[in-house]
């Protein structure tokens, strides 16, 4: 979850930082969520309220319900980071990933922040979130890897779709049904629902 009340620590310490000592530091301050950028820097965020908290539930639940049925790979919740190709290790709201890709990784990886970009990957606004922050955040997703990218705003009833190398398509109003694609074929969301 992307959110306006977001911190960065800086520092060198912080900038020489490798993915294992992230990963140890995640684990030891479990009651905070991180997020490092691919120039070191590790953000703070804040959690969810319960409006978006409740979205983001309804989200992976339609995600993983279409994966149950299909059994094309694995889904993920807000809580799981990657390792991206930029050095950045981030964590979508919703995410999923090709079984062969998931089945590649070492079973340390896969217990760690896996290295890998996911190929599908939904991001929720909350009312204070800036657009231009999730915009670049879902560049950075497609510009790591990713196949497929909605950016979903319950509040103002905006979606965006992101696809590789064409430019972001924004959706009017919040009517109607995404769908997974070629991505994940069968999955549809209708946005009404996330009201």
């Not at 790591?144 to 992101?162: E, I, S, T």
């Not at 109003?173 to 069968?186: C, M, T």
């Amino acid at each position: 979850m992307m959110d306006s009340f977001q911190y960065l620590i800086r520092g060198e310490m912080v900038h020489r930082m490798s993915d294992e000592e992230f990963f140890n530091f995640c684990q030891d301050n479990r009651h905070l969520r991180f997020e490092k950028t691919s120039d070191g820097e590790i953000v703070i965020m804040a959690p969810t309220g319960g409006e978006t908290g409740r979205t983001n539930t309804n989200v992976i639940y339609e995600l993983q319900h279409w994966n149950k049925q299909k059994q094309l790979g694995e889904a993920f919740d807000s809580s799981t980071g990657f390792v991206l190709p930029n050095g950045a290790t981030r964590s979508p709201d919703a995410s999923w990933i090709k079984q062969a890709r998931w089945d590649a990784l070492s079973a340390d990886e896969k217990k760690k922040f896996p290295p890998l970009c996911p190929d599908f990957v939904i991001e929720l606004l909350s009312e204070s979130d800036p657009l231009k922050q999730a915009q670049e955040k879902m560049q950075e997703w497609m510009d790591n890897g990713c196949h497929l990218a909605w950016l979903l705003d319950p509040v103002r009833k905006q979606a965006f779709v992101y696809r590789p190398g064409k430019e972001a398509e924004a959706l009017p109003g919040f009517d109607q049904k995404l769908s997974g694609e070629g991505v994940l074929p069968g999955f549809v969301l209708g946005l009404g629902q996330l009201r």
